[in-house]
């Protein structure tokens, strides 16, 4: 079974400043992962996805993500952060390879932007 | 650019009572599906559905719940009888094929209070 851990329900940062946010992921073969973000109001909007090309992946909006196989991580970074990123972020996996397209997500992480 | 349409955004029933959620996935997309985020939680998925059929369901989906494509454009979720832990926010969402690893988009959500 695939499971999603998010560590941090809710991040603050500063306008300008670095945007980490961690998963972490256990499944039993290699995994699809992607990251969803959700704007207040708006449904899940795809950032960016992982499916064994590149292990560092670029994203919307200067987001990106790096593929971690030895640490079971997919963490999102973006370098400087804007007030327009304030909203929810949630990590996801799928199994590589099976039958059917269903997404395990991660408890999601709220971010805050303080000017 | 192409995306998921819910109706309605939001809906208030009475304990017991019949609800229908309304989805139009993107045109081409041949894969859809039903998550669910209760207040709090994990997005949870429910089901998915190809050519008119459920190809997966999770235990959540029960037989108060049923899909269906009524005609070529819109895909429901109906819920027969209304439980209080029935009030989530309800994602429908689309994908072009049923491959892991292909992209889901989702829509906006219905958000569904049961009183």
């Known amino acids: 079974a695939q499971s999603v851990t998010q560590l941090g329900s809710h991040v603050s940062v500063s306008e300008g400043a670095l945007v980490l946010l961690r998963c972490n992921y256990s499944?039993?073969?290699?995994?699809?992962l992607f990251w969803y973000v959700q704007y207040p109001n708006q449904g899940l909007q795809l950032l960016l996805k992982?499916?064994?090309?590149?292990?560092l992946v670029k994203g919307i909006n200067g987001f990106e993500a790096e593929f971690k196989k030895s640490e079971t991580s997919f963490h999102l970074t973006k370098p400087s952060a804007h007030m327009s990123d304030a909203a929810e972020y949630f990590c996801?996996?799928?199994?590589?390879?099976?039958?059917?397209?269903?997404?395990?997500f991660g408890g999601g992480t709220r971010v805050l932007v303080k000017p | 650019e192409p995306e998921v349409t819910q109706t309605p955004s939001h809906q208030v029933t009475q304990m017991g009572q019949e609800v229908i959620l309304r989805c139009v996935p993107i045109?081409?997309?041949?894969?859809f599906y039903w998550y669910r985020q209760i207040l709090g939680q994990k997005v949870e998925f429910l089901v998915s559905?190809?050519?008119?059929?459920?190809?997966?369901k999770s235990e959540i989906f029960d037989d108060q719940f049923s899909v269906e494509r009524p005609d070529g454009s819109n895909f429901t979720l109906k819920i027969r009888s209304t439980k209080l832990e029935d009030s989530a926010m309800y994602f429908c969402?689309?994908?072009?094929?049923?491959?892991?690893?292909?992209?889901?988009?989702f829509g906006e959500g219905s958000w569904l209070t049961v009183v």
């Open positions: 969402a689309s994908s072009e094929s049923g491959l892991s690893g292909n992209t889901i988009y």
């Open positions: 499944s039993s073969v290699p995994p699809y």
């Open positions: 992982y499916t064994s090309a590149a292990t």
């Open positions: 996801a996996v799928t199994p590589e390879g099976a039958a059917g397209n269903k997404l395990t």
């Open positions: 045109s081409n997309h041949l894969y």
């Open positions: 559905f190809y050519n008119n059929e459920i190809s997966e």
